[in-house]
């Protein structure tokens, strides 16, 4: 199984890896590494991009089946050592898109009781709020919010809560847990 190294540290873009699989995935070569920072599609954030040796990584998915981290390719790779790369710019933007969606999903809760029906990433950042209208001063208001969260630039953490913990964390929604 492949060490999902994005949770802990999502600001690494360079590292080296074993290669541990090849196959193919929709007519394409994938890699099963050891160890990975490239972030799959998953959560509403779209995949990391980058390369492996020479190969371009043009997808990233977990495998329904064993939840491995298959890294789809645009040719194959020969070495049984992986010099990754991830193309840097593309994943802080969507970094800075989910955690913004985060920020200013939580401010249309509080200002307006908007909940986020659902969201975007990609070019640009959508969000459904589930609410049939908001007053214009409801949506400068919760900008006004988001934009001194942002500007306050208080770290953003990522854990894994045991269940007695998740019983004690006041949730907006349940996470599903497998």
């Known amino acids: ?30 890699l099963i590494l050891d160890k990975t920072f490239f972030y799959p599609t998953s959560g509403g954030q779209p995949n990391d991009l980058g390369s492996i040796n020479q190969a371009q990584v043009i997808d990233v998915i977990a495998r329904e089946s064993d939840h491995a981290i298959l890294h789809i390719v645009d040719r194959e790779t020969d070495s049984g050592d992986a010099a990754c790369s991830i193309e840097w710019s593309r994943r802080f933007d969507f970094m ?23 969201f975007h990433l990609g070019d640009s950042l959508t969000i459904d709020l589930a609410v049939e209208k908001l007053k214009p001063e409801s949506i400068d208001q919760a900008e006004d919010l988001a934009n001194r969260v942002v500007t306050a630039n208080a770290p953003i953490r990522s854990w894994f809560p045991s269940d007695e913990e998740l019983q004690t964390i006041p949730l907006r929604k349940a996470p599903e847990i497998d």
């Open 1 to 30: 199984m492949t060490e999902r190294l994005y949770y802990s540290d999502s600001y690494t873009h360079t590292f080296n890896a074993r290669i541990i699989e090849r196959l193919t995935h929709n007519n394409h070569p994938a």
């Open 96 to 118: 800075q898109q989910h955690s913004g969606q985060h920020i200013l999903s939580q401010a249309f809760i509080r200002i307006a009781r908007a909940e986020t029906a659902s």
